[in-house]
């Protein structure tokens, strides 16, 4: 499995480096031998050789994987060379759903390069495309603005409430409803580290977070804003000030165009676009309505 893995890496190496950089730091391998139990590895075998193999992960990570899990997010898919794409791929997936299903996951998530050609394969298999998620880069940002946010302050705990408030506000009902239909799917998501700050203005109406980077890897960028008029801006100037105008990268839904013209107006640039895709797993059947009958004495 470490040499066909080692073999998709390489593939990484006809795009930018910033590209590559950003394709490797997605398709986290948790190291073969993950030490949080809730990945999921299945092989195929020809003749006793494997040739290839498909990786999952539930979110949010955890020590033992629990007995239900709501959703699994695909980390990587990954063929021999040589091996046809076209017959192995789909039995992959497939198993995948399969396992997962009986594990009590409802929905399987995966995020892949527009481009890549395991898109076909995967929409194939029951698939379906939720949103369109764009990478950005910046080598050395450049802030118009050295001035904070009116309303600018720390992230507090205490916001939490508030802030999955923005979020169903910026987020389309259909994507919401899929990644996060409750306050307890979405604070369970939130678990990357960083600082957090947030636009107070009677109303929070603006989130950021800076994941500081290494020399190997930029600073990692988050955002929710309002559309409003110039917060976007006010955003991209702070954050770009407070990663010291050092590279950085951030991934941008197709609803959040007011920041993606903001960034790209302060020195980012398009590294690639992303399609997100989901299958259920589950049938749901709707419950028979009750009628209503009188009530008597």
């Known amino acids: 499995m470490e040499q066909i893995y080692r073999e998709a890496e390489a593939g990484f190496s006809a795009v930018p480096p910033p590209a590559r950089l950003w394709g490797l730091f997605s398709h986290t391998f948790a190291a073969l031998l993950p030490l949080y139990q ?7 075998e020809d003749e006793g050789r ?23 997010q695909v980390l990587n898919l990954c063929l ?26 409802t929905r399987l998530f995966v995020r892949i390069p527009l481009d890549d050609p395991l898109i ?5 298999q029951g698939f379906r495309q939720y949103a369109t998620e764009s990478v950005l880069y910046g080598e050395a940002p450049s802030a118009c603005s050295q001035e904070p946010p009116a309303g600018l302050r720390p992230s507090r705990s205490r916001d939490d409430r508030l802030l999955y408030h923005l979020y169903r506000k910026v987020t389309p009902w259909g994507v919401a409803h899929l990644e996060a239909p409750t306050f307890r799917d979405w604070k369970a998501l939130r678990g990357a580290p960083g600082q957090q700050e947030v636009i107070d203005r009677v109303e929070i109406v603006g989130w950021c977070r800076v994941q500081k980077g290494s020399q190997a ?3 990692t960028l988050s955002f929710m804003a ?13 954050v770009i000030v407070a990663s010291d105008a050092q590279p ?50």
Request: net charge negative.
């Open 80 to 105: 021999a060379t040589g091996v046809a794409e076209s017959e192995v791929a789909p039995r992959l997936v497939e198993y995948l759903c399969e396992q997962a299903g009986q594990k009590g996951a």
């Open 120 to 124: 076909d394969i995967f929409r194939l």
């Open 38 to 44: 809730e990945t999921l590895i299945y092989v195929a």
């Open 50 to 72: 494997v040739i290839g193999f498909i990786q999952a992960t539930g979110q949010p990570l955890a020590v033992t994987l629990p007995t239900k899990i709501s959703s699994l």
């Open 248 to 297: 950085a990268w951030c991934s941008l839904r197709h609803y959040d165009a007011h920041m993606i013209d903001a960034l790209r107006g302060r020195g980012f640039s398009l590294l690639l676009t992303q399609a997100l895709l989901v299958r259920e797993l589950a049938v749901r059947v709707p419950l028979p309505e009750k009628s209503l009958v009188p009530s008597f004495g």
């Open 226 to 238: 309002l559309p409003e008029k110039g917060l976007a801006d006010e955003l991209a100037d702070h």
């Open 217 to 219: 890897r930029p600073h």
